[in-house]
């Protein structure tokens, strides 16, 4: 199994009036391919949100292979 680091992106509109990007949340997994690993991540956002669907806090998750496990 591979460790990757998932992030869930959102867009927000800063004071300034320039978009940025935030990370709404990173969560590390282990898992046998990336897609598996994004899948297991958007559970785990859900259920640490209390959300049903993880597209109500951010609008991409980015997905890294990681050298290192923590």
């Known amino acids: ?3 990757y680091v998932v992030r869930f992106m ?3 509109l800063g004071e300034n009036g ?3 990007e ?3 949340r990173l969560l590390e ?3 046998a391919s ?3 690993a994004t899948e297991i991540a958007k559970q785990k956002f859900c259920e ?3 959300l049903h669907e993880w597209s109500l806090h951010a609008d991409r998750v980015h997905v890294a292979e990681s050298d290192f496990p923590s």
């Open 1 to 3: 199994m591979a460790h």
């Open 10 to 12: 959102k867009d927000i």
């Open 18 to 20: 320039r978009h940025a």
């Open 22 to 24: 935030v990370c709404q």
């Open 29 to 31: 997994v282990e898992a």
């Open 34 to 36: 990336r897609h598996e």
């Open 48 to 50: 640490m949100e209390r």
